[in-house]
């Protein structure tokens, strides 16, 4: 049984192929906007924590897997680091184009680049408007690579779009990759309730619930619900995920790159030793140089 059987993660007009938009009604699409708010609403220990590192390797270019948006994209070319920003859903691409014609009288972002692309297709993508061009670091960060979910029972797929994710890297780029503390998730059957990416002016509900087919969890569904107290408006919307464990995504990574790239995992931005239940895993990976 399919987790779309189960559970409707998609809208109507969502390709039945490829990478589901689960943004395609526009209305998750508007309400995550209001969730996640401007780059100046991103928390401090994220922007440290990334700008730093891509400072510290030198790191220049920039492709954004998952721009939705634009709000990450924003933040880092306000930092002056050369972006190319893709993503599946032209729901989501519509506010991200939105947010670059209005910074249009600022220089820094004559040269930002914003496309559609599939992560399943994702080098032949770049290529298609980027000939030849490889990345000082890709990013694909926010739980966003749990949105693809595993069809086959084999994470084919996933596997695959990882693979992609290091063709597009030079020799020594970095990956920045994240997933939920899905663990926890599923032994606990609730979402650890700390943000560590959005300082939400709103309060918000999460409500979890965990699909286990043959005895494996197959899908983890996230509702929304978003209180705008001021206007006395009320948001909600779903989400669904694959339950990616620590361990086995930590493999899949490690073969996406041949098993020769550096490899470091954080929790919440820290060492893992320093948050006993994270939110949020961030692996980093540098590529091997030969």
């Known amino acids: 049984m399919s987790a779309d059987q189960v559970f409707h993660a998609r809208s109507e007009g969502i390709p039945s192929e490829g990478v589901k938009d689960q943004y395609a009604d526009g209305k998750a699409a508007r309400t995550w906007n209001k969730f996640i708010g401007d780059s100046n609403q991103r928390t401090q220990n994220y922007k440290d924590f990334l700008i730093g590192l891509l400072k510290k390797n030198g790191c220049k270019t920039v492709l954004d897997t998952a721009c939705g948006t634009g709000i990450d994209s924003m933040m880092l070319v306000n930092e002056g680091f050369k972006l190319v920003s893709v993503d599946a859903s032209d729901k989501m691409l519509k506010h991200a184009l939105k947010a670059r014609w209005e910074k249009r ?11 559609e692309a599939n992560w399943e297709t994702l080098s032949r993508d770049i290529e298609s408007f980027l000939p030849g061009t490889q990345f000082d670091a890709v990013i694909c960060l926010g739980n966003s690579f749990a949105h693809l979910l595993d069809e086959y029972g084999d994470q084919r797929v996933q596997k695959m779009c990882l693979r992609n994710f290091a063709k597009c890297l030079k020799p020594g780029g970095l990956l920045f990759i994240d997933h ?111």
Request: glycine residues 4%.
């Open 105 to 115: 009288k600022d220089s820094k972002y004559d040269e930002w680049i914003i496309e």
């Open 180 to 290: 939920r503390n899905y663990d926890a998730m599923i032994d606990s059957g609730a979402t650890p309730g700390h943000s560590i990416y959005y300082n939400c002016r709103y309060p918000v509900d999460i409500k979890t619930s965990v699909l286990v087919v043959g005895g494996k969890p197959q899908l983890v569904a996230l509702d929304y619900c978003i209180t705008d107290e001021a206007n006395k408006e009320t948001s909600e919307f779903r989400l669904c995920y694959y339950p990616h464990k620590l361990a086995k995504f930590t493999e899949m990574l490690d073969e996406a790159f041949d098993n020769s790239a550096k490899h470091h995992i954080y929790a919440d931005f820290k060492p893992l030793s320093e948050v006993p239940v994270p939110g949020f895993y961030i692996h980093v990976l540098e590529k091997a140089r030969n």
